[in-house]
């Protein structure tokens, strides 16, 4: 069968369980900024990027979010780019260090990496442009971006980790012993 | 499962107006100018009270339920919020209106939020009244349709359509492979609804695990099934429902230039 039928259909349902784990558990990880709300859905795309390549993972962002745009639309545009650069530099990152270290401590190293690069991520495009587009005023930047944001994508970063990790650990056997391969 | 409910697909709601009937593009299209539109003039009461107008007939024209839109905003409900407090106490300029024990309120601060939280309504709004007029399918080929100038660079425009609309036809059956498996565990003693965060997130796993592979396994049958039917890609592909642009969006287009150049000749000229 053609390698990529199956994985077009694989991102698609990757996507799709990314979807529906963004409504399934949203809750805020730092007490002083219930705005800023966690949910699982860099699972599916980070199980993407290990399993089919860092590209994989970013498509999974980016249709995650398209999808959530074209359903509901609420939360407005400013949001929506937001959560794709989170979840794609999170899962790209991963993608690329995981390529070079496909092993189980690969993954974690990975995810950590990853991780820190959607903190870096997320530090530079809101200190850029985006609180300026959510309308929070110059002297409050600095301040929300340390004591909010910061923490908030360590901590998006540790609860991704301990979900997927296991998870990893517990699909890719079954995967192998179904005699599936993946080479991106 | 209570949580799953709540995931309901799309807020489309059909009707037969004329926003409704709008070709997808031209309203994917307009949306994304009207966002550019509101980030591009400097604003004022002015601009913003002609962009709000136009929004208001908008949604009027698409009959669309005015509490139905509101609730768009719910998400947004903190940081609006958010917003107004902090540029109420930390801008100073104007007149002091009063002074609560060492915080000091000035005209310049209140008017200053109040208009910042008035674009970030507005920007909400333009993405609420798109969904609510267009259906997602719609939208996906008005998306595949705007990516499609990307392809030189490498851009898979009808691979991400097409992904996007297995990925939406998909998702109800992944709900309820969830439902049926979560039914399942329960069955066996599993408990997904106590404990802090790290003891809820190691319950999913048993909920997870099957639900990965099961999709995979869907995923074999479908491509499979895709390939049986000669699915090669976006090359030479047809479409059922072709989009065409009627007058309708001629006039759409002529009013929504009409509309920016006004919000653009008080931002700048007057």
């Known amino acids: 069968m053609n390698k990529s039928t199956r994985n077009l259909v694989i991102i698609s349902m990757l996507a799709g369980m990314s979807y529906i784990l963004m409504f399934a ?160 | 499962m209570s949580m799953m409910q709540q995931i309901t697909l799309g807020q489309y709601l059909p009707g037969n107006s004329v926003v409704h009937r709008l070709d997808p593009r031209t309203k994917l299209l307009m949306a994304f100018g009207f966002i550019m539109v509101l980030f591009v003039i400097t604003g004022g009461w002015m601009e913003y009270g002609i962009l709000g107008l136009a929004a208001l007939i908008v949604i009027y024209t698409a009959k669309l339920p005015l509490g139905m839109v509101l609730r768009g905003l719910r998400p947004i409900l903190i940081i609006l919020s958010l917003t107004i407090v902090l540029h109420i106490f930390s801008t100073h300029t104007g007149t002091l209106l009063f002074r609560l024990w060492f915080l000091e309120v000035y005209s310049g601060g209140v008017n200053q939020g109040f208009l910042l939280a008035a674009r970030l309504v507005l920007l909400v709004l333009s993405t609420s009244v798109l969904t609510l007029t267009t259906s997602p399918i719609a939208l996906t080929d008005a998306i595949e349709f705007v990516l499609k100038p990307f392809k030189r660079i490498g851009l898979p425009a009808h691979e991400l359509a097409m992904m996007m609309t297995i990925a939406l036809r998909f998702i109800p059956t992944l709900i309820e492979e969830a439902e049926r498996i979560m039914k399942a565990q329960l069955a066996r003693g599993a408990d997904f609804e106590s404990g802090g965060l790290i003891k809820r997130a190691k319950s999913l796993l048993p909920l997870l695990v099957p639900l990965f592979i099961s999709a995979f396994r869907r995923a074999d049958e479908l491509a499979m099934a895709m390939e049986a039917r000669c699915y090669r890609g976006g090359d030479g592909r047809t479409k059922f429902k072709v989009l065409r642009y009627t007058k309708l969006d001629f006039y759409a287009w002529t009013c929504f230039v009409a509309v920016s150049a006004l919000a653009f000749y008080v931002s700048y000229a007057l």
Do not use: C
């Open chain 1, 25 to 184: 558990l949203q809750i805020p990880l730092i007490p002083a900024a219930p705005f800023l709300k966690y949910d699982p859905s860099d699972v599916p795309a980070l199980i993407g990027a290990f399993l089919l390549g860092p590209v994989a993972g970013v498509v999974i962002s980016f249709i995650k979010v398209a999808l959530f745009f074209i359903t509901k639309g609420t939360g407005g545009p400013v949001g929506s780019i937001q959560n794709f650069l989170a979840s794609a530099s999170f899962a790209l990152v991963a993608g690329l260090v995981y390529k070079k270290m496909p092993t189980k401590i690969g993954a974690l190293v990975s995810m950590v990496a990853g991780g820190l690069a959607m903190t870096a991520v997320m530090h530079i495009s809101n200190a850029t442009w985006a609180l300026a587009a959510w309308g929070v005023p110059e002297d409050g930047r600095t301040a929300m971006l340390l004591t909010m944001i910061l923490p908030f994508n360590l901590a998006r970063m540790t609860v991704s980790t301990i979900l997927t990790f296991p998870l990893y650990l517990g699909v890719m056997p079954i995967l192998k012993r179904l005699g599936w391969s993946f080479n991106g």
